[in-house]
């Protein structure tokens, strides 16, 4: 089946501690993101990747982190997580950027105490 | 950067009525125009979409037109469904950028 994973679904945290969202796709995408969703604004891009080692900012990137080390994984570094980092996010992938269909993982919740 | 504006933020109709969502989009050189609808502790999920050398696009009981000139596109859902509740979504990826811009959201509510 074709599918976006993320992990954890959940996690709740403090000020400062580094923390890492997983980020896995199956269907041999180029094009990979993060987005974050908070009521009121919809869902703002991160970071992008085009491909392996091909990594970008999007519209909201400060105080994190990505890497694509294999096509297939994605993940989402928080160095030093601060407050207003809570929010919910999202990782996607379509074949090969924006003008394609995106597929989205079911999303992770981030609460930063 | 690109701009997009959904309206409206909230719609609730009855069980068998019509509902349109209408975004409207600042760059012109957009050329892909998709919906996603999202249901509650899910990811978005592409429902239809629309390219711009197409006017319009149906698949069942949803449709999306747009309209280049007045940059505007809308998705039309006839003969609504309970299950059809849930968060919509438009999306306009900028010309010349691999950064998409989505709206800001519908609520859509189908009352029994």
């Known amino acids: 089946e074709a599918q976006v994973t993320q992990n954890p679904r959940y996690l709740i945290t403090v000020t400062g501690k580094k923390l890492t969202v997983t980020c896995s796709q199956n269907?041999?995408?180029?094009?990979m993101s993060w987005y974050r969703q908070d009521p009121g604004l919809g869902l703002r891009q991160i970071y992008y990747?085009?491909?392996?080692?091909?990594?970008d900012k999007g519209d909201v990137p400060e105080g994190y982190k990505v890497s694509r080390k294999e096509k297939r994984n994605f993940p989402l570094i928080l160095e030093s997580p601060s407050p207003n980092q809570t929010s919910l996010y999202f990782c996607?992938?379509?074949?090969?950027?924006?003008?394609?269909?995106?597929?989205f993982g079911d999303g992770t919740r981030l609460s930063i105490l | 950067g690109e701009n997009v504006e959904q309206h409206p933020s909230t719609l609730s109709v009855q069980e068998g009525d019509s509902a349109v969502i209408k975004c409207t989009y600042s760059?012109?050189?957009?050329?892909?125009f998709p919906w996603y609808k999202q249901e509650l502790g899910k990811g978005p999920q592409l429902i239809i979409d629309?390219?711009?050398?197409?006017g319009e696009k149906k698949d069942q009981r949803i449709a999306v037109t747009l309209n280049k000139t007045a940059k505007h596109f809308s998705l039309h859902i006839t003969e609504t469904q309970p299950e059809d509740s849930a968060v919509y979504f438009c999306?306009?990826?900028?010309?010349?950028?691999?950064?998409?811009?989505f709206g800001r959201g519908t609520s859509l509510i189908v009352h029994p």
């Open positions: 996607a992938s379509s074949l090969d950027g924006p003008n394609q269909p995106q597929h």
């Open positions: 269907m041999n995408h180029e094009y």
């Open positions: 990747s085009m491909n392996v080692e091909v990594t």
């Open positions: 760059d012109s050189a957009s050329n892909y």
């Open positions: 629309i390219r711009s050398n197409v």
């Open positions: 999306a306009a990826p900028r010309g010349g950028s691999y950064i998409p811009t």
